[in-house]
């Protein structure tokens, strides 16, 4: 008899069919065990990510997530950049991959959008040849991957708004409005595509952003191996309730007006300079705010604030933009002190 442990018999012995049932594991393992233990044990590989689940409850099918597109619950399409149009490769990637069709509305609806702000982004922005494309439909998420070989999300708009760092472009694409073709484009589509998911990655040459927000954190970081072009991954749960109009009103001041006049600023990403202390440092975080009506300073993160810091931000910054509501939150005892003050005294 053979002793070979049900976890290895599922993920290493090979079968003819890319999917399986937990019958087929029942019947097909070389001792007798029971299919409460075999859904338990599969359902545990599920949540450690070393298979994937496909079909209903009831009609369960399973397979290794290399093999996600065998089983139809993945689609690529390597496509030339002449001529595309985002919403003709949604079309495309709908025809091919019939679980996305059966998306819940709002998912549906929050999904498309980010799609077609992504692909647009790589159709007009990335001087890219190549577009690759990829769409997962896996472990309760629903997740795409549009990924160009061109000249770089950061490095694009660094140069074109001669900032002196990636950093800077990335803190400027965090605060929305910032494009760099202005005659044809509003800078929303990074935005709101990073507000829409849970989970929003842009990884370009050696620097990633991600924007998570399960839990509410933007995270920039050196990502290798280095990405030449530009690789952005979105995903979201497949039973999540968020409604994109919810979205775009948090960024509206007026409820009769949805047009997007107001900005989050996480503080945070500020950080690597000197600590939020010197004036510089506040006028590169309120660059470009002076295009919002209200905006939100995150200081969650932030331990401590200097004086020149919150004097640029909280007196400077107000007499010459009387018009802008500054909202912060998530302060801090010691920041709310600081903010406070600065208050006072303008
Ligand atoms: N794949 C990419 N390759 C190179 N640069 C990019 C890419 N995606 C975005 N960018 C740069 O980032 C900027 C911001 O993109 P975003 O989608 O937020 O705004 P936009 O495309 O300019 O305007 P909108 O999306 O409102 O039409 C673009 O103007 C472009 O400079
Ligand atoms: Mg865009």
Redesign the pocket.
Known sequence: VSTIPLREFILKVPREEASFTASDIVRTFPRKISRQYAHRILRQLVEEGKLIRGGSTRGAFYALPEQAEQVGLAVKLRLQNRGLQEDAVLDELRARLPPLNTLKRNVNEIFAYAFL??M???I?????ARIDVEIQMVRGQAKFV?E?Y????????MS?RRLGSELE?IQD?LK?K?????A??????????SKVADVFD?D?FGRRLRVDNLIDDVFIVDAKPLKR??K?TFSMAKSSTRELRDVFQRFASEPTDPSFDTSEVKVKVYSAVSGYVSRSEARRMLSGLDKFRTVTLDFQGVQAVGQSFVDQVFRVFPRQHPDIVLRPINMDDPVAFMVERAKRSS
């Open positions: 702000e992504i647009n982004n790589a007009e922005h990335s001087e890219s549009v160009d061109g000249i770089g999300v950061f490095r694009k708009v074109q472009a694409l929305g910032t494009t760099t073709a202005p044809a484009h509003s800078g929303e589509g990074i935005f709101f595509t842009l370009s072009g530009t952005a």
